[in-house]
């Protein structure tokens, strides 16, 4: 579990914070810790949860460090964490795939044979 | 996909030797084009992987033969690797054809120069050829040459000749660059071909193509010339013995059905060489980004896990376009091929323009409202922005909600984002409608935490006769669920609604241009006690009239009641730390 004990409001809301990634991902102790230390490190630092992947997302908005994860509890489609607050992105579910237009179109079973190169 | 077996299913491109037998000015191999593999006999690698892949239960549902050039092996390892692949259709049919995938005949692409050579294996497997011309022909002694700068084409349309007794299927496919465009010619050589050949020119494939390593020689057609040239075979071929051919194979290749319109590429197609080296596909073949892993050094699945996540990462070097959110045929398209869209640095399909007239041209729907597509796409594919694109709750039977809101002016003030901002210490919320935004939001709150509300100060004139006796309307809710009525619903248990009314809010002073200010911990304070200890807790914000006008709207109208069934107003949810909540005792006992 995380090393953090924490004692101050401020402490606990971040503690509380990175502990909600362990009820949708299978992480290790290090990586909360990691999680930990780099939301604290400045108040602007966030954690994108997704489905396969977390980023560690710097205040200037980039991707400082990304795991590739599995969203093992489903539930949710992620999960955005700051320093103060919790956004959750629960599970859409589709209304239709009924129509001929609705999104799981194609199989790609691409046997036409013809996977070439543009240039040869 | 064989849900009880779990198998994965892949399209295989095998590459037996490097070496080619000509030099073609343009080639995408540049350098490579020579075997340094001797001691590994070209069907060792294929057979070896094949067996590792199964083992993984993944299966190729085809192997094809890529080069270099595979008409440069000897017969023997030729007719090896051709017999094995006949065998390996043979003993997996039921396994393929059963999970969706056909099965055809052993098949090569070449570039027909050296075919003579293996015309009894072809023969004797019915192997299907796909050969690589240039179009118009008179350029095609221009870049395709031999490696001592030798004319090609009267060697190939003689081999072609050879072909002709055999039933096999047998194609040609051509790349239009900027210094092919001429039209008029590539018809008369596509009628040329047909006539003149055996090779049926229904089963003809034109490609597009793109400028990343042609040695600076040739040059991409823009959109509009790949429109011109889609249209000027229309023109010329509709109602004639090659309408078959426009209406079909000759624009496929940006069809939905192959690989360049996949969600992730990574998932199924994969080329391997024959020192085990796995891309994925021509276009990546020795290019790093694209590169997979060692068939003899890594596992399956580290290689089906680097595939996905190179190809993830390939779509992610730019933000998902705007513009394909929009496309009513992202459905098909899926932004185009990742590797063209990292050599010409966009995030869209490089034949954008062509594709979405040839999907007018076949006859696929239009999917109008497309907001599903775009977050199912974007959940897989751009996951950064699953909260920008997470789509509004639809129904199907009846108008949606935003449909409503749009159709009735009153109501917008009930879901506007506007209209509400939440400070917390110094963080600044904007609430929105929580049927709305879909996303939850959550803050976390103790008692000594400094909460003001800001209100926009012409809200409470709206949908109101008498402003001064309209008031903000606070509900508390806690994140515990109470049954009510007959129907035994589960609901949040509301925990105190409180009103203050417009004369009051007017003389409180605001810091911020536009807003009332009211400061609401002190109000709250009172019912923490009755909140949850282990689930969000919730508050909603309103007017008196707009909240009457919600519940007298729905009373009319069962729609808008269905689609409003929760509380639609602004709100946020937070947990509540300190006292003895869970979450407290939680991070205590961390």
Redesign the interface.
């Known amino acids: 579990?995380?090393k953090?004990?924490?004692e101050t409001?401020n402490e606990?809301?971040t503690?509380?914070?990175i502990?909600k990634i362990t009820e949708h991902y299978h992480v290790s102790e290090e990586f909360l810790d990691e999680a930990y230390d780099f939301i604290v490190e400045n108040d602007k630092n966030s954690i994108?949860c997704?489905?396969?992947?977390i980023?560690f997302v710097g205040a200037d908005g980039t991707?400082v460090k990304t795991f590739?994860v599995d969203n093992v509890f489903g539930g949710i489609?992620?999960m955005?964490i700051t320093k103060?607050?919790?956004?959750?992105?629960?599970h859409?579910t589709?209304?239709?795939y009924s129509?001929?237009?609705?999104?799981?179109?194609?199989?790609?079973?691409?046997?036409?044979?013809?996977?070439?190169?543009?240039?040869? | 996909m064989d849900i009880e077996n779990n198998y994965r299913f892949i399209h295989l491109l095998y590459v037996p030797t490097m070496a080619c037998n000509m030099a073609c000015k343009y080639c995408y191999l540049e350098d490579n084009t020579k075997d340094e593999w001797y001691n590994t006999k070209p069907l060792d690698t294929l057979e070896y992987a094949v067996n590792k892949f199964f083992k993984s239960n993944i299966i190729p549902f085809n192997i094809s033969l890529h080069g270099g050039e595979v008409t440069t092996l000897s017969k023997k390892d030729f007719g090896e690797i051709i017999e094995y692949i006949s065998n390996y259709y043979k003993d997996n049919r039921m396994l393929i054809e059963s999970n969706g995938f056909k099965i055809g005949s052993p098949h090569i692409k070449t570039n027909l120069y050296d075919i003579d050579k293996h015309i009894e294996t072809i023969k004797k497997y019915n192997v299907s050829i796909s050969g690589s011309i240039d179009l118009p022909l008179k350029l095609h002694d221009e870049y395709r040459v031999t490696k001592n700068n030798e004319k090609t084409l009267d060697k190939i349309l003689e081999n072609i000749k050879l072909l002709e007794s055999l039933p096999n299927k047998k194609k040609v496919s051509a790349t239009i660059f900027k210094e092919h465009f001429n039209l008029d010619e590539i018809i008369k050589d596509i009628k040329y071909l047909h006539e003149e050949t055996c090779l049926d020119m229904n089963d003809f494939n034109f490609m597009i193509g793109f400028d990343y390593n042609s040695n600076g020689l040739l040059h991409h057609i823009s959109e509009e010339e790949q429109l011109e040239l889609f249209n000027k075979m229309k023109e010329t071929f509709i109602n004639t013995e090659l309408e078959e051919g426009l209406k079909n194979a000759w624009f496929q290749e940006f069809g939905p059905g192959y690989c360049t319109n996949c969600s992730n590429c990574g998932e199924k197609f994969f080329l391997l060489e024959k020192n085990g080296d796995i891309y994925s596909c021509v276009r990546g073949q020795k290019q790093r980004n694209f590169y997979y892993g060692n068939i003899y050094n890594n596992s399956p699945e580290e290689i089906m896990k680097t595939a996905f996540d190179k190809i993830y990462e390939a779509h992610n070097k730019l933000p998902f376009n705007e513009e394909c959110s929009k496309c009513k045929y992202l459905y098909l398209c899926k932004t185009g091929c990742p590797f063209v869209k990292n050599t010409y640095n966009t995030n869209k399909s490089y034949t954008c323009k062509l594709q979405q007239e040839l999907y007018k041209y076949w006859g696929y729907d239009k999917d109008i409202d497309n907001k599903e597509t775009v977050y199912n796409y974007v959940s897989k594919m751009h996951q950064d922005e699953i909260i920008k694109y997470y789509p509004e709750q639809k129904t199907t039977d009846h108008k949606d909600l935003d449909e409503l809101i749009e159709e009735d002016e009153k109501l917008k003030y009930i879901y506007d984002s506007n209209c509400f901002i939440l400070k917390v210490e110094d963080e600044e919320y904007n609430l929105s409608s929580q049927i709305l935004k879909g996303i939850r939001q959550i803050i976390y709150i103790n008692e000594k935490t400094e909460i003001n509300l800001y209100i926009k100060n012409d809200l409470l004139d709206q949908v109101c006769d008498y402003p001064n006796n309209n008031a903000l309307y606070m509900m508390l809710l806690s994140g515990d669920t109470i049954k009510y009525g007959d129907e035994k619903r589960t609901k949040q248990a509301h925990i105190m609604t409180h009103q203050i009314y417009k004369g009051v809010l007017e003389q409180n002073k605001s810091d911020k241009m536009g807003y009332f200010k009211v400061n609401i911990n002190t109000i709250l304070k009172n019912y923490y006690k009755y909140l949850s200890k282990t689930n969000p807790s919730n508050l909603f914000f309103t007017t008196t009239s707009l909240r009457d006008y919600h519940y007298t709207k729905q009373k009319n109208n069962a729609y808008y009641h269905i689609d409003s069934i929760n509380l639609p107003f602004q709100n946020i949810e937070f947990y509540l730390i300190g006292g003895s909540t869970n979450v407290e005792e939680k991070s205590r006992n961390i």
């Open positions: 579990m995380l953090k004990n924490p409001y606990i809301k503690v509380s914070n502990l994108k997704l489905k396969t992947i980023h991707n590739t489609d992620g955005v103060s607050s919790l956004t959750i992105v629960p859409y589709p209304y239709t129509s001929g237009s609705g999104g799981s179109s194609s199989n790609n079973n691409n046997n036409n044979n013809n996977n070439n190169n543009n240039n040869h």
